[in-house]
């Protein structure tokens, strides 16, 4: 079964190295101290420190085999010779709900670096597959769970 090709900005490829790296580098290291000493407290049978290390060490080599699984299989976006003015993955897009009259900034990216908190959402969203390939000024319509919903984009830009 092949794997599926991850698409990342420049930021999100960097952004993972850099956990994958944390992991390795320093968070094995600490919860591997943390085995070791919750063994020196005696019998780890009943032992809720080792319990906890133990779950920790193996949600920490679980995300580092996911990580690296995702960098195998990343593709840089490369927007360089895309239109400046079209919506595309590495886009920050300014919108106006035309029912609110409410600003919304979104930065398109690859669906792994998806954060809402941070106003970055997947290109593979609802929303993020309305804009793909709009420019500012355009008028776009997106079915939500929550009905009809329509943005003018008021800017492009990247």
Known sequence: MSEKEVLLTKEGLK????ELEYLKSVKRREVAQRIKEARDFGDISENSEYEEAKNEQAFVEGRIITLEKTLRNARIVDNSEADPTTVVIGSKVKLLDLEYEAEEEYYIVGSTEANPEES?????????????????G???EIKLPMGLVKYKIVSVNR
Do not use: F
């Not at 952004?15 to 850099?18: A, G, I």
């Not at 970055?120 to 500012?136: D, E, F, N, T």
């Open 15 to 18: 952004k993972l190295e850099d």
């Open 120 to 136: 970055k959402i997947s290109y593979m969203s609802p929303v993020g597959q309305a804009l793909m390939g709009h420019r500012a």
């Open 138 to 140: 355009e008028i776009v």
